[in-house]
Nanobody, 116 residues
Framework: QVQLVESGGGLVQPGGSLRLSCAAS????????QAWYRQAPGKQRELVAR???????MYADSVMGRFTISRDNAGNTVNLQMNSLKPEDTAVYYC??????????WGQGTQVTVSS
């Protein structure tokens, strides 16, 4: 069973930066996309950023220009660089890997808190 392990969350002041990473426990066959979602208290989980197997990226309007999704060459690690953080970015961030053959994998989540 593949496990996704997120790291890099924490407490940061408004305007600060964090870098989240998500590493797979082993190579995943047939990846079609890798993404980061987030869920704030009392809200639904929302898509933050996604990178396709071909390298195309998309971002939620709320993070456009501030967040950058990337992955390593082997495709086993996906990162989310978050700059100019705002209090409304506070949430649990989840890594997601979508595949053609075995469905979706999810990480356990990492807390990001933006507060002064």
């Amino acid at each position: 069973q593949v496990q996704l392990v997120e790291s890099g969350g924490g407490l940061v002041q408004p305007g600060g930066s964090l870098r989240l990473s998500c590493a797979a426990s082993r190579s995943i066959f047939g990846i079609n996309s890798q993404a980061w979602y987030r869920q704030a208290p009392g809200k639904q989980r929302e898509l933050v950023a996604r990178i396709s197997s071909g390298g195309s990226t998309m971002y939620a309007d709320s993070v456009m220009g501030r967040f950058t999704i990337s992955r390593d060459n082997a495709g086993n690690t996906v990162n989310l660089q978050m700059n100019s953080l705002k209090p409304e970015d506070t949430a649990v961030y989840y890594c997601n890997v979508g595949t053609w053959v075995s469905g979706n994998y999810w990480g356990q989540g990492t807390q990001v808190t933006v507060s002064s």
